[in-house]
């Protein structure tokens, strides 16, 4: 699974950001579409909401964070589904009395199913309707195939990040493990699809001229079992331009651009209006990834809402 706008979801980074917001609670969302040429390929779609807990104590800068998050990765039409279901909470230290600075610790939990739709599998006469055995109408010896069933599977993720906010700026490092294991619907010698996760990011938003912003996200994960295939590196950055409505309203309007190393140039255009952020970006993949025949192409949307108490009146950033 790629995504190509996932700084604008929180959980999709880090375990540690769940109740990281500017306000009490969010929902954020992203809604991913992959096609080569006319055809459907993959579609992706991620919710999650995150929310923390009030510390009624004033001399205890600690809090707690915690959120949920529903993923569907869908594949080849339909054909293959693979859903997960992750709970994530975090625990929250602030580093000085103005609460500018702060380290989260986070963990997370994910339960993985994935289903084969045989209906629209076709491997012609190698494949019997019971989904378990080979046959060749050549007589030439063919290998037996064993075929799970709603496979599922459980993992475990970690992350911790470093925070600094304030009026005019915004930076956020982190670094995080997730142990995969996705569910294999066919029974083979080589787990391919197991393996640890690594990852780091940099999201950074800072107040350049008259309420314009710049911002900066790069991030790098890498999995421990295939490095060559597994890689990824997405770094870029956009301008935020102020929008004159209301004195008291909040309006931004970002234009940027993503590079995702080896892959595309990914343009981004988002809107923020007080609470809400929305997002929309385009793939433009590299030449003769896809074949000079064959055009792939990549939409992805973005939205987040912000709801419930500020926590402060800190720079209002992409981030949150």
Not at 36 to 44: D, E, K, L, P, S
Not at 110 to 135: A, E, I, P
Not at 164 to 191: C, D, R, T, W
Request: with cysteine.
């Amino acid at each position: 699974m790629v995504l190509s706008q996932p700084y604008v979801n929180a959980q999709l980074q880090s375990p540690a950001l769940v109740g990281d917001g500017v306000y009490q609670q969010r929902i954020q969302s992203n809604l991913r579409t992959q096609m080569f040429g006319i055809n459907n390929v993959a579609n992706t779609i991620v919710v999650s909401w995150d929310s923390r807990v009030k510390n009624n104590n004033i001399d205890n800068n600690n809090t707690f964070g915690y959120g949920f998050q529903i993923m569907s990765d869908q594949l080849a039409g339909g054909l293959l589904q693979t859903n997960y279901l992750t709970m994530n909470i975090a625990y929250r230290l602030f580093l000085d009395g103005d609460k500018k600075n702060s380290i989260a610790l986070g963990l997370a939990g994910t339960f993985t199913q994935t289903h084969l739709n045989q209906n629209k599998l076709v491997l012609g006469d190698q494949l019997n309707s019971q989904m378990n055995n080979l046959s060749s109408s050549s007589g030439l010896p063919v290998s037996v195939l064993t075929y799970n069933n709603f496979p599922a599977s459980i993992t475990a993720n970690t992350g911790f990040v470093y925070t600094g906010h304030a009026e005019n700026y915004f930076i956020q490092l982190g670094a995080g493990a997730f142990f995969n294991s996705i569910p294999n619907v066919v029974n083979n010698v080589k787990q391919e699809s197991n393996g640890m996760r690594s990852s780091v990011f940099l999201n950074t938003e800072t107040v350049v001229n008259e309420d314009k912003t710049f911002v900066v996200h790069a991030s790098y994960s890498n999995r421990s079992n295939n490095a060559s295939l597994n890689e990824k590196i997405l770094f870029g950055g956009a301008i935020g331009l102020p929008i004159t409505y209301k004195s008291n309203e909040l309006r931004r309007l970002y234009l940027g651009c993503y590079y995702r190393m080896n892959e595309a140039f990914i343009p981004t255009f988002s809107l923020m209006m007080g609470s809400y952020i929305f997002g929309v970006s385009y793939d433009i993949y590299n030449k003769g990834i896809s074949g000079a025949s064959i055009r792939q192409n990549s939409f992805e949307l973005s939205f987040s809402k912000s709801f419930g108490k500020k926590r402060n009146e800190f720079l209002r950033t992409l981030f949150d």
